[in-house]
């Protein structure tokens, strides 16, 4: 189960970092390796506290743990000063500039950067650390792509696919279900398992992550998402 809190804090690396404490690669493919991965799941949970525990618990039976409201105004333009000052202070910050070059209305606009701090509970920190990290798995999935630049710089469209990605799309891959979960998350299933019709384009090994960057902007709505996750 993943979550776009989840997202947030694991998407650069978390759960790769799980994989290398279970001694697999990936997914597991084989009874021995799921009891692997089962096992390093419960050694990571064992070193969380009782409160955060009983959040992991929450979450996944649909608690809703969170306001749906942001802080007040004045603590929100707070926020979003501090994001800018994190944001000058990284180390590299090579892909989010690349963002900025190509749009800065977009980079700079608030409503991205209020995505970012609503999922870090509007800590700027980590909030600027994930932009970066966001633009650059943005710009490692649609790399070659002629249009790379223009993509770094909005939201992925379906016009942005190219066939193999369409084809991984109209064939289920994922599936974004119609009601939302006691905790009004937005859930959306994933068929690991994808195979495509005989005669069909072959999969490139990105398209999956192509296709799943263009359902992004459809399942982040409402703004409450990005505090109770997918």
Same mark, same amino acid.
């Given at each position: 189960?993943?979550?776009?809190?989840?997202?947030?804090?694991?998407?650069?690396?978390?759960?790769t970092?799980?994989?290398?404490?279970?001694?697999?690669?990936?997914?597991?493919?084989?009874?021995?390796? #799921?009891?692997?991965?089962?096992?390093?799941?419960?050694?990571?949970?064992?070193?969380?506290?009782?409160?955060? $525990?009983?959040?992991?618990?929450f979450?996944?039976?649909? @608690?809703? $743990?969170?306001?749906?409201?942001d +802080?007040?105004?004045?603590?929100?333009?707070?926020?979003?000063?501090?994001?800018?000052?994190?944001l000058?202070?990284? +180390?590299d910050?090579?892909?989010?500039?690349?963002?900025? #070059?190509?749009?800065?209305?977009?980079?700079?606009?608030?409503?991205?950067? !209020?995505? %970012?701090?609503?999922c /870090?509970? /509007?800590?700027?920190?980590?909030?600027?650390?994930?932009?970066?990290?966001?633009?650059? #798995?943005?710009h490692?999935? /649609?790399?070659g792509?002629?249009?790379?630049?223009? @993509?770094?710089?909005?939201?992925?469209? !379906?016009?942005d696919?190219?066939?193999?990605d369409? #084809?991984?799309?109209?064939?289920?891959?994922?599936?974004? %279900?119609?009601?939302?979960?006691?905790?009004?998350?937005?859930?959306w299933?994933?068929?690991?398992?994808?195979?495509l019709?005989?005669?069909?384009? +072959? @999969?490139?090994?990105?398209?999956?992550?192509?296709?799943?960057?263009?359902?992004?902007?459809? @399942?982040?709505? +409402?703004?409450t998402? %990005?505090?109770?996750?997918?």
């Amino acid at each position: 189960m993943a979550t776009t809190r989840g997202y947030c804090r694991t998407g650069c690396g978390g759960n790769t970092k799980l994989a290398e404490a279970a001694g697999i690669q990936g997914f597991p493919k084989t009874s021995e390796e #799921a009891d692997k991965a089962e096992q390093a799941l419960a050694d990571d949970l064992a070193k969380l506290s009782l409160e955060e $525990q009983e959040k992991v618990l929450f979450d996944v039976h649909g @608690i809703a $743990q969170t306001s749906d409201d942001d +802080p007040e105004p004045a603590v929100v333009d707070k926020a979003l000063e501090d994001l800018q000052n994190e944001l000058d202070k990284l +180390p590299d910050r090579t892909y989010y500039d690349l963002a900025r #070059a190509s749009n800065p209305s977009y980079a700079e606009g608030r409503s991205l950067r !209020l995505m %970012f701090l609503r999922c /870090f509970k /509007f800590d700027p920190q980590p909030a600027a650390q994930m932009m970066e990290c966001h633009f650059k #798995a943005k710009h490692s999935t /649609f790399e070659g792509l002629p249009n790379l630049d223009e @993509i770094m710089g909005r939201d992925v469209r !379906l016009s942005d696919l190219t066939p193999e990605d369409l #084809a991984v799309l109209q064939n289920g891959h994922y599936q974004i %279900f119609p009601e939302r979960d006691a905790a009004g998350r937005s859930i959306w299933a994933m068929n690991l398992n994808l195979t495509l019709p005989p005669g069909t384009l +072959p @999969i490139n090994v990105v398209s999956p992550t192509r296709a799943g960057e263009s359902l992004v902007p459809r @399942i982040l709505v +409402p703004a409450t998402t %990005f505090r109770t996750g997918v």
